[in-house]
C-alpha cells in the first residue's frame, strides 16, 4: 500500500499546494476576459500532476517504468473499447441534454442567446466587430468538432489525469480490493482531488445551498459515474489512453449541453453532465459496467492491467 500513499501524497500535495498558491491569487485578480483564460489555463495545468506523481512514485520506491499501462492490447482486441471511449462520452452527454430538455423545455433556447452573447464578448475583447454569422451553425459546428476532434485535442492535459488515477490507481486498488470497491473508493478520491477547484467555483458555481461542501460532494459523485467508464475502457483495451481519450471527449463536449439552454440552468440538475438528469445517460452505462465487472470477476474471468511491481 505504501506505493498507493506515496502516489496520493504528492499527487494531492502538488495539486492542492499550486492550486492555492497560483490558480486562487490569479482568479482573484481583474475578472476580464484575458485574466480568465489565463485563470482557465492555470486550471487545466493540475490535471499534469497525476502523472508526475507517478514518475515521482516509481523513481521512489525504485519500482521502475514495468507495465506502464499504457500499451494496448492487439489492435483487434482494443479498437472496438478505444472507438466506445472515444465517442461514448459525447453521445451519452446528447441522451442527457435531451432528456433534461424534455422534461424542462422552458431551459431550451433553440437561437443559443447566450453563446452568441459569449461569442460577441470574445470578438469585442479581440478587436472585432463584424456582425457574427449563423449563431445555430456555429453551435452546431462546434458541437461536431467537439465529437470527432475533442477526444484528440485534450490528449495532453487528460492523459496527465488518466495515466495517475485509471493507470496506476485503479490497477493497484484492484489488486488489494473488490472492483466494486476499487471503483467507489478511486472515484470519491478523484472527487476529493477536485476540492480547491471546485471551492473556487469550477464546475458547480458558487452560491448555493451547502456551498461549497455539496459541491464537492457532487463531484465525488460525478467521478465516480465516470472513472467507472474510464476504469472499464482502459481494463478492456489494457491502456489508460483509452481512458485519456473518453476524459477528452468528455471535457469537449461537457459544456455543449449548455449552448442551447437558456441562463440560470442549475448544474446539480442539468443540461450539464455534472447534473442528476443531464448526467442520466453517463450514470446508467457506469451500473451496466460496474454490474458487467463484478459478474467478471465472480466468474474469475476479470483481467485488470497491473502497474508496475505488485
Request: charged letters at 10%.
Amino acid at each position: 500500500m505504501k506505493r498507493i500513499y506515496l502516489f496520493l501524497g504528492i499527487t494531492f500535495a502538488l495539486s492542492w499546494i499550486y492550486e492555492f498558491a497560483v490558480v486562487y491569487p490569479l482568479a482573484n485578480c481583474d475578472a476580464s476576459q484575458s485574466s480568465s483564460m489565463i485563470t482557465t489555463l492555470a486550471i487545466g495545468a493540475v490535471m499534469f500532476f497525476p502523472a508526475l506523481a507517478v514518475i515521482l512514485t516509481r523513481l521512489i520506491t525504485k519500482e521502475g517504468f514495468k507495465n506502464c499501462v499504457i500499451k494496448p492490447y492487439p489492435l483487434k482486441r482494443s479498437l472496438p473499447w478505444f472507438l466506445v471511449a472515444w465517442f461514448g462520452p459525447s453521445l451519452l452527454i446528447i441522451v442527457g441534454a435531451v432528456a433534461y430538455f424534455l422534461l424542462f423545455p422552458d431551459s431550451f433556447d433553440p437561437h443559443a442567446s447566450n453563446f452568441a452573447t459569449l461569442l460577441e464578448s470574445q470578438a469585442a475583447s479581440v478587436g472585432m466587430t463584424q456582425e457574427l454569422p449563423n449563431i445555430e451553425v456555429l453551435a452546431l459546428i462546434q458541437i461536431v468538432m467537439g465529437i470527432f476532434m475533442g477526444p484528440l485535442l485534450n490528449i495532453a492535459t487528460t492523459f496527465g489525469e488518466e495515466w495517475g488515477w485509471r493507470g496506476y490507481l485503479m490497477p493497484k486498488l484492484a489488486r488489494r480490493m473488490s472492483i466494486t470497491s476499487t471503483l467507489l473508493i478511486s472515484g470519491v478520491i478523484w472527487g476529493l482531488w477536485h476540492a480547491p477547484i471546485i471551492a473556487l467555483g469550477h464546475n458547480y458555481g458558487l452560491g448555493y445551498p451547502g456551498f461549497p461542501l455539496t459541491g464537492i460532494l457532487a463531484m465525488c459523485g460525478f467521478c465516480t459515474v465516470v472513472g467507472i467508464f474510464l476504469s472499464y475502457v482502459t481494463i478492456r483495451t489494457g491502456s489508460s489512453l483509452a481512458a485519456a481519450f473518453g476524459h477528452g471527449a468528455l471535457n469537449s463536449l461537457a459544456g455543449a449541453s449548455t449552448i442551447f439552454a437558456v441562463a440560470g440552468v442549475n448544474p446539480f440538475v442539468g443540461p450539464s453532465p455534472t447534473g442528476i438528469i443531464g448526467g442520466c445517460g453517463l450514470i446508467v452505462v457506469a451500473i451496466i459496467m460496474l454490474v458487467d465487472l463484478q459478474k467478471r470477476e465472480n466468474r474469475g474471468e476479470l483481467k485488470v492491467p497491473e502497474a508496475g511491481l505488485n
